[in-house]
């Protein structure tokens, strides 16, 4: 079981990599934020972040610790990224949005620093022996920032669905931000099923649950992602087909 | 944010033609709108033009306008001297990049 979650991780990361590049390659060209928010939120969280912490739990103390303020700082600049793509994106003119972004980042930066101090003061420090308060101001504002990128992208969705049936949208566009709602849901229920285990005491990195819950959780982000920013033609052209056939 | 040129210079031009009330016919375009998933702040004059071909004549017939192609002729010459209306990076926009 630990073969498939460390497969289904390390193919996460690299198509978030991959993804990531592409999109801030794309930022070059059009030089709009959004496409920079997410092209480093892809690369720090995932691509940097997720790897560095798995290592920081399994390397020797005088590496341990280096290595989790790096993911940790990572990880929640990533996430703050994300914050204020969902903002830009979705909610540009609204102050509520404004505000929800805002104390989303401070919350998420306040606590990478926290922790760097923590670890710098005590020591290494495990995830799984992290106290359920302090893990909850962790992974509290992450589940908050994919569960409002969610909500947008698939209530655009659904906007979406009728300009195509009146001919006002492209069926890929459309099918993009489901795609991205749906990834969205899928980390923020990883996310969810880790804060749970680590509330009752289960240890993430063994228990077979849990293993295959965050696989399960890990290839569907990839497999999304890559549909969603890195689209095979093949795919392009089954929605379209899909569209045409449904009467769009 | 107030509601789209376009959105504004439609509502205007069907009240002007008697038909239906100020609430009524702004009322009406809304629904035409939220059929074709389009919201009143950001539409644009092309998309609203997509609309009153489309989806508004079923509307206005259906509040007992009989005819209503000289009512639909008479918004699109207003709309026409609307300029685009939508925000730049709309969503639909950004998400189009995002994947090309």
């Known amino acids: 079981m630990q073969a498939l979650a460390a497969a289904a991780i390390g193919l996460l990361v690299v198509v978030s990599i991959a993804v990531g590049f592409r999109l801030l390659a794309l930022h070059r060209k059009s030089g709009a934020a959004p496409e920079l928010l997410l092209g480093w939120m892809l690369l720090l969280s995932v691509g940097v972040g997720y790897p560095l912490l798995i290592a920081a739990d399994r390397a020797r103390p005088e590496w341990s610790g280096t290595l989790y303020i790096i993911s940790t700082l990572a990880v929640n600049v990533g996430f703050s990224l994300l914050f204020g793509f969902t903002w830009k994106v979705f909610q540009p003119d609204a102050r509520w949005a404004r505000t929800l972004a805002g104390a989303g980042v401070l919350v998420m930066l306040a606590k990478a620093v926290q922790r760097s101090f923590d670890v710098h003061a005590r020591g290494v420090i495990h995830v799984a022996s992290e106290p359920l308060s302090e893990s909850l101001l962790q992974t509290g504002p992450v589940l908050v920032a994919y569960l409002w990128t969610a909500w947008e992208s698939l209530r655009y969705h659904g906007l979406m669905r009728r300009r195509v049936r009146v001919g006002l949208a492209d069926a890929t566009v459309s099918d993009r931000f489901l795609l991205w709602g749906l990834m969205a849901l899928f980390v923020a229920s990883g996310v969810l099923l880790n804060a749970v285990a680590l509330a009752l005491g289960v240890e993430v990195f063994t228990s077979p649950w849990i293993l295959l819950g965050s696989s399960v959780t890990g290839l569907s982000q990839a497999v999304l992602l890559v549909l969603a920013f890195l689209p095979p033609r093949s795919y392009l052209n089954w929605v379209r087909a899909r569209a045409a056939a449904s009467g769009a | ?100």
């Open chain 2, 1 to 100: 944010m107030a509601e789209s040129a376009a959105f504004e210079a439609a509502c205007t031009c069907l009240e002007q033609s008697g038909a239906l009330d100020r609430l009524a016919a702004r009322g009406t375009i809304r629904l035409a709108l939220k059929q074709a998933g389009l919201e009143p702040k950001t539409v644009s004059a092309r998309q609203l033009g997509v609309v009153l071909e489309k989806l508004l004549p079923a509307e206005l017939t259906s509040r007992g306008i009989s005819a209503p192609d000289e009512l639909i002729r008479r918004i699109s010459k207003a709309l026409e001297n609307v300029d685009g209306g939508a925000r730049g990076d709309t969503p639909e926009a950004i998400f189009a990049r995002l994947g090309s």
